[in-house]
């Protein structure tokens, strides 16, 4: 099987190998395990693989280079009216020679290959949307273009486009799904949390104005002025790390908060058994992989409800429910902290829930979705 993977995701070329950004291509390479050849459709950066970066594992890759373009302001949508034929002939060209199409969305190379896909009706096509597919969000226009078309069965054919969450309205393409970190050989005892040493809170994720990583560090402090000895660690790199080192520094919070950077995956697992809470005020989610993972090592998630967020907490029963308001925040983590009853009960309803979506059972679903006809 030829498979074309179709996406926005910039790449790396190094050592005769292509790198991406590690999470999604720990993903892809169980995908690529039960293909023959595989043809990427990406930007490639000239520039090295990160730390947070891995390569693909599949000894057959085939590359088609096209450029990254975004639709803010003017120029950039002018120079993308000049760019959209020739990434759309080459991505046709991909699709033209593949015996399955998949496609990375939301994105606008996503965006793209929604609009080519529909000259192959007749190729078996998978699509993973990986942001918000709740109806009701307030999301870009090309955003909701793409899950128009990936929605309509007129437009879209034999194509089964896995999405986050349960909704109504979808249509027969549409299929609820998750994603995985951590594999049936992972589960460890998680041993009981206890406060006697004070309070650890996680922010793990891309420093982005979307993330919100300043209201985290703001409710660790919140909840540090109560009396209770608090340390945040921030795993992950952005553009709002320059104003967290600001308030840090302007707010004497040295001894609260460090700023650690993109750090790889065994040292993030461990910060995660080490932790009472994960903290992640999001605006906008997919299926937060962070949440999950926390769940797994029996970190409580404290994350906003968006997407599908109150489904894998249950509306409260598996995690907190962030609201945006610090006072209600802090005091719904406060309220769990001096009741470490409720504490523990809320940590093992969420590792048994995680504990679910295994990369085994990952594996078993990917190798039936390729294998199914649609």
């Not at 015996?99 to 606008?108: Q, S, V, Y």
């Not at 290959?113 to 078996?124: A, R, Y």
């Not at 001894?255 to 605006?283: D, I, T």
Request: positive net charge; charged residues 20%.
């Amino acid at each position: 099987m030829r498979f074309a993977i179709i996406t926005h995701v910039p790449h790396h070329f190094s050592d005769s190998r292509y790198f991406a950004y590690g999470p999604y291509v720990r993903e892809m390479n169980i995908w690529g395990d039960f293909v023959d050849d595989i043809e990427i459709v990406a930007p490639l950066l000239d520039s090295a693989p990160g730390a947070i970066d891995l390569a693909y594992s599949h000894p057959k890759i085939a590359f088609t280079e096209i450029a990254a373009f975004n639709l803010i302001g003017f120029s950039n949508k002018l120079k993308a009216v000049f760019l959209f034929p020739i990434i759309a002939a080459r991505i046709f060209k991909v699709m033209a020679k593949a015996d399955h199409i998949h496609l990375r969305c939301p994105g606008n190379i996503g965006l793209i290959g929604c609009l080519v896909q529909i000259f192959f009706p007749s190729k078996p096509k998978t699509a993973k949307y990986a942001g918000n597919w709740d109806p009701s969000s307030a999301q870009p226009w090309s955003y909701r273009l793409q899950k128009y078309i990936l929605n309509n069965t007129s437009l879209t054919k034999n194509m089964q486009v896995l999405v986050y969450g349960d909704w109504k309205g979808d249509s027969k393409n549409i299929k609820p799904f998750f994603t995985a970190s951590y594999s049936e050989g992972d589960k460890t005892d998680v041993p009981m949390r206890s406060f006697d040493s004070g309070v650890k809170f996680l922010f793990v994720g891309s420093l982005a104005p979307g993330k919100q990583p300043m209201y985290a560090l703001k409710l660790a402090q919140k909840i540090g002025q109560s009396g209770i000895d608090v340390k945040i660690d921030f795993y992950g790199e952005g553009k709002e790390r320059q104003s967290l080192e600001t308030y840090i520094s302007e707010n004497q919070l040295q001894q609260l908060a460090e700023l650690k950077g993109n750090r790889n995956e065994a040292e993030v697992r461990e910060a995660y058994k080490h932790s009472h809470f994960v903290l992640l005020p999001s605006k906008s989610e997919g299926w937060p992989k962070v949440v999950a993972e926390a769940m797994f090592w029996g970190s409580v998630a404290a994350a906003t409800a968006v997407s599908c967020v109150p489904q894998m907490l249950a509306d409260g029963s598996r995690g907190i429910l962030l609201t945006g308001d610090i006072d209600r925040d802090a005091s719904q983590i406060l309220n769990l902290i001096s009741n470490t009853d409720s504490y523990q009960k809320i940590s093992i309803n969420g590792t048994q829930w995680s504990r679910t979506y295994t990369l085994d059972r990952f594996r078993s679903e990917i190798k039936h979705l390729l294998d199914e006809k649609v």
